[in-house]
């Protein structure tokens, strides 16, 4: 490939968007399908802030009608976080993020009909009488949202209609959950947060080279479609063609983030965000690559300046200085 193919700022390195099944996608996809095929009502997914939970939830969901082998209807809503919340802003919310034509100001029961009627006419369509909310943002949820859920759920349940919920968010969500231990609202805790399911990040080498190898791999990444190019040789032909391969720069990457870590006093256990990683990946891709500096690849300095790029350490100095304040 010795020529430009794509316009620059248009390949899916530059606009940002696109998914990776990572180890831990596979694993969300595993307990999703277990909370799908047992009909359960919910489960929390959780982890610190940029681990990449939703983006991995929203490929994983993509994919787990073929992976289930059955075409279950998925809807995906932001738990928006009010100084005081209300029945007509959370059903006008949910409304609003599936996409539900005319969403208009009705008594709160109206509206929750709707919703009602939407899941179940989508989930009766599909043949699986079956339906996945994912409720993004769950730690802004309140016990009265989670009634609310609930009323959801029973009038679809009269309806023979089976709903699971599955929450994701920070770790306050487990902070959520003992608080309603404490008060006894086991309607809440059964329905919803029995199932659990711990998000992590990147936390050793092994885990940074099965991301790197999903660059590399025409199968995993492919752009033109039908060109049998991955991102990596598409961003430097020349070395790809010599047998450079990100997956070979792994013991290089992990070094760097460690010694960043050493040399600013970080010394929590290692768990780089996906989002921190791929900005690390996509600036060097960027940079470096055949829309930047045209290299034919990546140096040691260069990939630890991709890295500094991200903001990742400014980032995990604060994360330890506030845990340093709560513990105060």
């Known amino acids: 490939m010795d020529k430009q193919i794509v316009p620059i700022g248009t390949h899916p390195i530059e606009v940002g968007f696109y998914k990776l099944p990572t180890k831990e996608v596979v694993r969300l996809m595993e307990n999703i399908k277990k909370i799908v095929t047992n009909r359960l009502p919910g489960m929390i997914v959780y982890g610190r802030p940029r681990l990449g939970k939703t983006t991995a939830l929203k490929f994983a969901l993509e994919n787990l009608p073929n992976y289930l082998q059955s075409p279950?209807?998925?809807?995906?809503?932001?738990?928006?976080?009010?100084?005081?919340?209300?029945?007509?802003?959370?059903?006008?919310?949910?409304?609003?993020?599936?996409?539900?034509?005319?969403?208009?100001?009705?008594?709160?029961?109206?509206?929750?009909?709707q919703i009602v009627n939407l899941l179940k006419e989508k989930a009766e369509t599909s043949g699986t009488r079956r339906v996945i909310v994912i409720m993004d943002e769950g730690q802004n949820l309140t016990e009265a949202h989670y009634q609310?859920?609930?009323?959801?759920?029973?009038?679809?349940?009269?309806?023979?209609?089976?709903?699971?919920?599955?929450?994701?968010?920070?770790?306050?969500?487990?902070?959520?959950?003992?608080?309603?231990?404490?008060?006894?609202?086991?309607?809440?805790?059964?329905?919803?947060?029995?199932?659990?399911?711990?998000?992590?990040?990147?936390?050793?080498?092994?885990?940074?080279?099965?991301?790197?190898?999903?660059?590399?791999?025409?199968?995993?990444?492919?752009?033109?479609?039908?060109?049998?190019?991955?991102?990596?040789?598409?961003?430097?032909?020349?070395?790809?063609?010599?047998?450079?391969r990100l997956e070979k720069d792994t013991n290089i990457i992990y070094r760097h983030f460690t010694d960043l870590r050493k040399q600013h006093g970080v010394t929590s256990k290692l768990e780089i965000p996906m989002e921190y990683f791929t900005y690390a990946v996509e600036n060097a891709l960027k940079i470096y690559g055949t829309h930047g500096e045209k290299l034919e690849w990546i140096t040691s300095q260069q990939w630890l300046e991709a890295i500094k790029l991200t903001g990742y350490i400014e980032s995990e100095i604060y994360m330890t200085l506030a845990h340093k304040e709560v513990k105060e």
């Not at 029973?154 to 008060?183: A, K, P």
Request: with cysteine.
């Open 72 to 113: 279950i209807p998925i809807f995906i809503a932001n738990s928006n976080s009010y100084r005081v919340p209300s029945e007509e802003k959370f059903y006008s919310d949910l409304l609003y993020d599936f996409n539900f034509p005319f969403v208009a100001r009705r008594k709160p029961g109206e509206m929750r009909n």
């Open 148 to 244: 609310w859920l609930i009323d959801i759920y029973n009038q679809l349940d009269r309806s023979r209609i089976s709903m699971s919920v599955i929450c994701v968010g920070q770790e306050e969500l487990l902070t959520r959950r003992t608080f309603f231990l404490g008060q006894r609202k086991s309607q809440i805790i059964g329905r919803f947060m029995t199932h659990e399911h711990r998000f992590f990040g990147i936390t050793s080498q092994g885990d940074i080279k099965s991301v790197l190898r999903c660059y590399d791999s025409a199968e995993i990444s492919e752009y033109p479609e039908n060109s049998n190019c991955s991102f990596t040789q598409y961003f430097f032909p020349e070395g790809y063609e010599k047998g450079q």
